[in-house]
T-cell receptor
Framework: GAGVSQSPSNKVTEKGKDVELRCDPISGHTALYWYRQSLGQGLEFLIYFQGNSAPDKSGLPSDRFSAERTGGSVSTLTIQRTQQEDSAVYLCASSSLTGIYEQYFGPGTRLTVT | KQEVTQIPAALSVPEGENLVLNCSFT??????LQWFRQDPGKGLTSLLL?????REQTSGRLNASLDKSSGRSTLYIAASQPGDSATYLC????????????FGKGTMLLVSP
């Protein structure tokens, strides 16, 4: 079946602009995660959606970052007033909440803020 | 706070060698541990997942072991090939109710022909 998809694959934006990144999880997966991979920083957790529960936003680095998940499926990560330090690869993953909770990752969106 | 460390940060070997990548974590109360592969400019591919009750998992030339009490995991790659060249990431989750992954910074592997 189809894996996790993300769009766009690459995004170049000017400092101060808002951007939206999209994630389509694997059908039937009720858990969805956003991570960020910055050069030299490794992968860090941003936000986690679990079913119909309130999302865990504890990893968001500032209030310029927000995310929503509509209808328990597609998720959008929004970064307002982008800064150069937001340049990174943004990865989305999904998992089932039964069994072994294995996470499956999308190809990522490479964001460059100029 | 869980911290994951991977050693070495980089490794270069000739084709055909067997090799071991190491991962350690500070909080032994994990639910599972995943090893991933990441090719340059690409996303993450899951290689092996070990549940906390397991000691090891095998897939082809890969074998991952877990010693939960000592906070360690190893990924063994047998008969390495140039196509194995990639960054290998180790990640742990704390539990089914909070399954966010904490990642190490990875081991960059280069296998030369």
């Amino acid at each position: 079946g189809a894996g996790v998809s993300q769009s766009p694959s690459n995004k170049v934006t000017e400092k101060g602009k808002d951007v939206e990144l999209r994630c389509d999880p694997i059908s039937g997966h009720t858990a969805l995660y956003w991570y960020r991979q910055s050069l030299g920083q490794g992968l860090e957790f941003l936000i986690y959606f679990q079913g119909n529960s309130a999302p865990d936003k504890s990893g968001l680095p500032s209030d310029r970052f927000s995310a929503e998940r509509t209808g328990g499926s597609v998720s959008t990560l929004t970064i307002q007033r982008t800064q150069q330090e937001d340049s990174a690869v943004y990865l989305c993953a999904s998992s089932s909440l039964t069994g072994i909770y294995e996470q499956y990752f999308g190809p990522g969106t490479r964001l460059t803020v100029t | 706070k869980q911290e994951v460390t991977q050693i070495p940060a980089a490794l270069s070997v000739p084709e055909g060698e067997n090799l071991v990548l190491n991962c350690s974590f500070t909080d032994s109360a994990i639910y599972n541990l995943q090893w991933f592969r990441q090719d340059p400019g690409k996303g993450l591919t899951s290689l092996l997942l070990i549940q906390s009750s397991q000691r090891e998992q095998t897939s082809g030339r890969l074998n991952a072991s877990l010693d939960k009490s000592s906070g360690r995991s190893t990924l063994y790659i047998a008969a390495s090939q140039p196509g194995d060249s990639a960054t290998y990431l180790c990640a742990v989750s704390q539990g089914p109710g909070y399954s966010t992954l904490t990642f190490g910074k990875g081991t960059m592997l280069l296998v030369s022909p």
